[in-house]
């Protein structure tokens, strides 16, 4: 995405988004998610649409008793959070997710958790 217009970034991740949907490719659009919600949040517009569609994720992960997506939507939610400086809500996040690392071992970004 180096060089490349914001909104250009925007309308391809966007586009991407449908079509994880469709194929309910779910881990993966939690990652898109992620980097979509930092481009709003970068141009100034609309952020919280890319917030409600990770809450919707996470509520479908824990109607499902999902773990995997559960654990994961919260270290996207977490990264987000980080990259913003948003120190308060990585805290209340970290809390409310409880120990992630148990499900995530392998991923770097869950030892996030451990030192926030």
Do not use: H
Not at 47 to 52: T, V
Not at 69 to 77: G, R
């Amino acid at each position: 995405f180096i060089g490349r217009p914001l909104d250009s970034v925007q309308n391809e991740l966007e586009a991407y988004i449908n079509v994880l949907t469709q194929l309910k490719q779910d881990m993966t659009m939690a990652l898109v998610m992620t980097v979509l919600t930092t481009v709003k949040k970068l141009r100034g517009i609309d952020a919280e649409a890319g917030d409600k569609i990770l809450e919707s994720t996470l509520a479908s992960a824990a109607s499902t008793e999902n773990q995997n997506l559960s654990a994961e939507v919260n270290v996207m939610k977490l990264e987000v959070f980080v990259l913003f400086q948003q120190w308060g809500e990585a805290l209340d996040l970290v809390q409310k997710a409880g120990n992630v690392r148990i499900i995530l071992a392998c991923l770097f970004n869950a030892v996030r958790f451990t030192f926030l």
